[in-house]
């Protein structure tokens, strides 16, 4: 008996092995491949040969993008989004055009090499308004990555003509029933269409998902990773799924950290140089999950640049990281927990393909 169970791991684990084995020298997988990853125990051996090909084609340097987070307006109404329209509890604010320059100007004197701007969508900044913001921003000799939703060709045209270098927008998950479920009014395939156009563009792409949705299935994740390798996208954030109580969604106590790293793990085994971020979500759920990411394959963190007033109301998800802390602490936080681990911010602008 005590051998057969012995035979039996050495078969799950070698199987483990061979697949880590030719994703280390290949880059691909098939679905199949993947589910088995995603289901595997060995998550030490997954986190380590990501952590090998972060190394090996991305380097020790950590990029880090400061994120202004400008409206809580949103005119949508994600099921899973505390910052979804019918959500009356949230307290709602705006940044004016000016102020979002003066924290971005702020942010570039703390050294970031990037400045990101997000918002819900927020029909309040016209094309007009956010270009005026990007072109002023253009100016701090930073790149500008948007993440403000869906828009149409034209207006993602209007920001790339701007001088906006990224932008970013999570696909959320492939499954076509799920997404419809969970973000009514809107739907998958123009989502698709969306990122289709941003990568026309000449945009860098910026997608991800969230892990744990009540409903998501592996092989559904299995399918979101091979989205991403097809588009490619330049950047891909993966964050655990945070049951936020002000939600139609149904309350879940389950933790998700620890699947979500494995899906990162994946991603950058499969696509060995692209940028991933440690995302706060998974610091939310764990102490020291950006710098577990960092050493599961991430090489981004996207460090709160908003001044402290607002951060408590861009409450997408309870418990959210650096609510009451400064664009300065957390300049410094962050430098400070990345020397830890023995790795370095990165001098430059950290693009994905020219690594300028
Ligand atoms: N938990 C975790 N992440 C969430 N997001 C939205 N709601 C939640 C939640 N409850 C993520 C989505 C969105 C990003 C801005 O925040 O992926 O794209
Ligand atoms: Fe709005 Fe984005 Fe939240 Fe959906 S996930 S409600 S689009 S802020
Ligand atoms: Fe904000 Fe550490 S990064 S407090």
């Keep these: 008996m005590k051998i057969r169970i012995f035979d039996r791991i050495c ?128 100016n701090f000799d930073v790149a500008v990555a948007l993440s403000i939703g869906e828009k149409s060709f034209e207006e993602y045209k209007a920001y790339r003509r701007a001088g906006t270098d990224r932008y970013l927008l999570r696909i959320e998950t492939t499954d076509e029933a799920l997404y419809n479920k969970l973000n009514p009014s809107m739907s998958l395939q123009n989502r698709m269409i969306c990122l289709e156009n941003i990568k026309k563009l000449g945009y860098e792409v910026g997608s991800g998902i969230m892990v744990g949705l009540p409903g998501q299935t592996l092989e559904s994740i299995a399918k979101d990773i091979l989205y991403f390798k097809s588009i490619p996208v330049d950047m891909a954030g993966i964050g655990p799924f945070i049951y936020h109580p002000d939600t139609p969604i149904k309350k879940t106590e389950e933790n998700f950290f620890e699947l979500a790293l494995k899906v990162m793990a994946i991603l950058r085994l499969l696509m060995p140089d692209i940028n991933i971020p440690a995302t706060t979500a998974m610091e939310t759920l764990n102490l020291n999950g950006r710098l577990i990411a960092l050493q599961c394959g991430a090489n981004v963190v996207m460090p709160n640049a908003t001044e402290t007033a607002y951060r408590k109301h861009y409450e997408i998800y309870p418990g959210k990281i650096c609510i009451g802390d400064s664009p300065k602490h957390c300049r410094f936080c962050i430098e400070n927990k990345i020397k830890s681990i023995n790795r370095c911010v990165g001098e430059n602008r950290g693009y994905h393909r020219s690594n300028s």
């Design 11 to 138: 078969a799950m684990t070698s199987g483990i092995y061979s697949i880590l084995d030719k994703v280390i020298k290949l880059h691909s997988l098939n679905e199949d491949d993947i589910l088995r990853l995603l289901k595997t125990e060995e998550n030490n051996n997954l986190f380590s040969a990501a952590d090998k090909v972060r190394k090996e084609h991305v380097g020790d340097e950590v990029h880090l993008r400061a994120l202004i987070e400008f409206s809580n307006y949103c005119k949508q109404n994600c099921l899973y989004c505390g910052l979804r329209r019918d959500n009356p509890k949230i307290t709602r604010y705006r940044l004016e055009p000016q102020e979002i320059i003066n924290l971005a100007k702020k942010a570039a004197d703390y050294g970031y090499k990037t400045i990101v701007l997000q918002s819900g969508e927020d029909l309040y900044y016209t094309v007009d308004k956010i270009s005026k913001i990007i072109s002023e921003i253009k």
